[in-house]
Each structure stands twice: as C-alpha cells, then as structure tokens.
C-alpha cells in the first residue's frame, strides 16, 4: 500500500509537471558539467526523471548522443524508458555519468536509490544532483539534503570525491565523482 499510494502521489505530480520547461536549469548545469569533468562524447549517461526530454536534448545540442533517460511517468520522447529509480533496469556499470536534476528528494526510500546509483555508476563516473532545499517535506516531496554536503553525507566517507557545489537559501547543487570499487 505504501508503494502503491508513493507511485500514485508522483505520477499526478509529474503529470502536472509534464510541459514546465526545466532548460533555464539543465542548460547551465549540463555546462557546468562538460567543464569541470572529463565527460567524452561517447560517455554513457543516464539522466534520472526527465519527464519531458529537455534535458536529454539540451546533452544532444553539445553533442553527447549515448544519453537515456528514466522516468515513472515518461513522454514520448525516444529516450526516455518508463522506470523506477529504486530499481533500475540496468546492468552494474552501466553509466559514466548520472545525472538527477530536482528528482531525488521525491525518492521513497533514498537508501535503496543511493544503492542503485552506486550499482549502475562506472568506478570513477560522476554523479550531479540538484534539489530543492528548506522545504516542508510532504508527500511529493520527500527528502530535504539541507546542503550539498548534507547530500554527500548519505553516501560513506570516501565513496564520492567532492567535485563541486552551489548552495542559495532554496537549492543545492553538487558534482562528485565515484571512487573505484
């Protein structure tokens, strides 16, 4: 029941959601990105709840075309599949690169998403989270990181080297890359 009521509640809010223009975000973090890591070309990445394709585009337009996409509610766009980031359907070491732009705090069950991010993350892949932080947590919105280091604590000590980070009074945003396995 408690799945069950979790899937209904963010399917209406990414339903609501499905036409918002989230690239006065992407665009500027997927920059950010390309500059501060050694992201190639060819470099496989996952782009977690991209309801619309957005983002997957705006990787495409730098020219990065091994991009996918996940999402429990997704449109039509070729690359995105219909999935749960509490259990992906990817093999381990599946991508160099995740990226999760204002999806993580929706998570049930952020142990089982961190496990699932170390799981499909290449040994020395790069992990980008943005979330919305000081919030009153709710239904939909589930876990409030506080920081970015607040973020990096739920992963173990040495697991991710710190990258980069922006905090304002509503938003976090951090870069780490995985240390080998």
């Given amino acids: 029941m408690r799945w069950l ?14 036409r918002k223009d989230t690239s006065f975000r992407a665009v500027p973090f997927i920059d950010l990105i390309i500059t501060n890591t050694l992201i190639v070309k ?7 709840g991209p309801r619309n394709g957005i983002e997957i585009e705006a990787w495409h337009q730098r020219g ?3 991009v996918a996409g996940l999402d429990i509610l997704p449109s039509l766009h070729r690359a995105i599949r219909w ?44 992990l ?24 990096l604590r739920h992963f173990a000590p040495g697991e991710f080297h710190y990258i980069w980070s922006r905090e304002t009074p509503t938003e976090a945003a951090v870069l780490a890359r995985l240390e080998g396995k």
């Fill in 5 to 18: 009521r979790y899937y209904w509640g963010q399917i209406k809010q990414a339903h609501a959601k499905r």
């Fill in 42 to 48: 060819s470099a496989r990445i996952l782009c977690l």
């Fill in 64 to 66: 990065y075309w091994n």
């Fill in 83 to 126: 999935g749960d980031m509490h259990q992906m359907p990817y093999g381990d070491w599946s991508y160099d690169l995740v990226y999760a732009s204002h999806v993580l705090e929706h998570s049930l069950d952020f142990r089982i998403v961190k496990q699932e991010i170390m799981r499909i993350l290449e040994p020395g892949g790069y």
């Fill in 128 to 151: 980008f989270a943005a979330f919305p932080v000081n919030f009153q947590t709710s239904e939909h919105d589930r876990y409030d990181f506080r920081s970015a280091t607040g973020f």
